[in-house]
C-alpha cells in the first residue's frame, strides 16, 4: 500500500499535470492554429535543451475561480538560456487570453524579485490581454498592485543593470506595454504581435478613429516607424532564436553543474505526520556522502547545526531532529526548540555568515517550549537571538519544510516572512499556526460539551485544508512543492543560482 509521501506526491502530480494544460486542449489547437506556440513550449525552447528548470509558482490560485485561472496564468521559471542562469515569465494565453489575475502580479513581482536578488537576467514572453477588468480592484491600486511591475522594471533598469529582454509573441496592451518598453531589448512577432496602449476598439471609442491592429500596433509599425520595437521576428521559433542569440553575448554565467540524486526518500516519514523519523536519514540522501560535520552534536541537540556540502558545494544546515532525545539537561521533544538549541542556532548562524555559508534550513518544527521551567530559562531572549541570527545573515537561505512548520519555530527556521531566497515545502509538509488538535482546545477550550460537536468538527477540517501544502502553494507560501527525488538536485540547482 502506498505510504503517506508517495500518496500526496501521486495527488499533486496529478494536479500539477492538470496546471499545465492551461486552458486546455481547446484552447491549445486554437492557438497552434493561429501560428503560435504555447506559453510552456515557448519556454521550454528558450531553455538549455535537457537542462535543469525550477518553476515557481505552478500551484498558485488553482484552488480560487472556480478552477478558471491554472497558474494564475502565467508562467515563472528559473532555468539556463546558452548556460547563464535567468528568470522567464511567459503569459498563458490559453488561460482568459493572458489576462493579469490579482495572483499573476503577485507571480510576476516574485519572479522580478528573484532576478532582482540573484542579479540575473530576466525575460519576459509577452502574450496578454492586460487587466482581468472585473477584478481589477485588485490588480490596478495599491502598493503591491501591477504597477509595481514597472518599478522593479525601473530599478533593474537603471540601478540595477540587470538584463531584461521583451518578445512580444501576441498581445500587449494598455499598461502592460510599459513591460516591454522597460526592457532592454523588444522583439516582435510579425503578424501575431501587437503592442499599444489601447486598442483598436477603444481607440474607436475615445478618439473617433478607426485603423486596424497591424497600423495601429503591429510588428512592421513598431520596428519601422515609432521605433519602440528593436526587432521583427518572422515567427516564436525566430523570436526564441533571436533571445538565445542575445544570451549568447551576456558575460559567461557559473557554471550549474547538475547534481544527481541519491537514496530513495519517499519511505523516511512516516505514515502519521506525528511520529518521529531519523532527520539523519533525509540528510544522508541529499547532501554529498560523508560531508556533514555536525556542531555541538550533544548539546541543544533536539535542533542540528552542521556543515556540509551539497554538489561540492560548502553550506551550513539548520534542521530539527523528531522523536523524544535523552540528554545531559533532561528529556527533549524533538520539533521543539529550547533555550539551548535557539543559542546554539545563533550562534551557529553567525559563524556561517562570518564564512560567507549559504544556509539550508529543514524545517519541521512544532514552535519553541513553553512552560515555567522554560520561561525562567529566557526561552523569549534566546528565541529573539535565533531570529534576529537569522534575519541578518546576509547569505543565501533557502527553505525545504520537510513536514510541520508551525507557531513561532517557522519564522525561525527562516519562514517566507524573512525573505528566503527560496521556500520549498515536501508534499509532505503542514505549515500553519498550530495543528487542527491544538486548534480545538484552543477555541473550544479542553473539555468542551457534545452540543459543540458539528463546530469541532468544522475547526478541524478547516484546519486539515489551511496545511496542507497545496492550500500554501496555492497562495505563494512556498515557490514550489517538489518531488522528494529530487531534492538534492533542485537544491543544488538553486544553491548555484544564489551563488552569483
Known sequence: MPNRTRTLLGELKELEERLRLGGGAEKIARQHGQGKLTARERVARLLDTGSFAFETGL?????????????????????????????????????????????????????????????????YLVDSAGVNLPLQDSIFPGQYGAARIFHYCSQMRRNLKIPQFAAVMGMCIAGGAYLPALSDLIIMVEGTSFMGLGGP??????????????????????????????????????????????????????????????GDLYDLLPDDHRQPYDTSAVLEGILDQGSLEEHQPEYGSELICARARLGGRAIGVIANRRGFLKTALGPRIGGIIYTESARKAAYFVEVAERHGLPLLYLQDVSGFMVGKQAEESGIIRAGAEMVEAMSCANVPKIVLTLNHSSGAGYYAMAGQGFDPDFALAWPTARIGVMEGDSAVQAIHGSKPGPEMADKIAQTRSDYDRWLDARYAAARGHVDAIIDPAVTRETLAFLFGVCSR
Open 59 to 123: 500551484l498558485v490560485a488553482y484552488d480560487k475561480y472556480d478552477g478558471q485561472a491554472p497558474a494564475a496564468g502565467v508562467v515563472c521559471v528559473v532555468g539556463r538560456i546558452e548556460g547563464r542562469a535567468c528568470v522567464v515569465v511567459a503569459n498563458d494565453a490559453t488561460v482568459k487570453a493572458g489576462a493579469w489575475w490579482p495572483e499573476t502580479i503577485a507571480k510576476i513581482l516574485r519572479a522580478q524579485e528573484i532576478a532582482m536578488r540573484q542579479r540575473i537576467p530576466i525575460v
Open 201 to 262: 476598439n477603444l481607440v474607436k471609442g475615445a478618439t473617433g478613429e478607426t485603423s486596424g491592429a497591424e497600423e495601429l500596433g503591429g510588428a512592421a509599425m513598431h520596428t519601422q516607424v515609432s521605433g519602440v520595437a528593436h526587432q521583427m521576428a518572422a515567427s516564436d521559433e525566430e523570436c526564441i532564436a533571436m533571445l538565445r542569440a542575445r544570451f549568447r553575448e551576456l558575460p559567461e554565467g557559473i557554471a550549474l553543474e547538475a547534481v544527481a540524486s541519491q
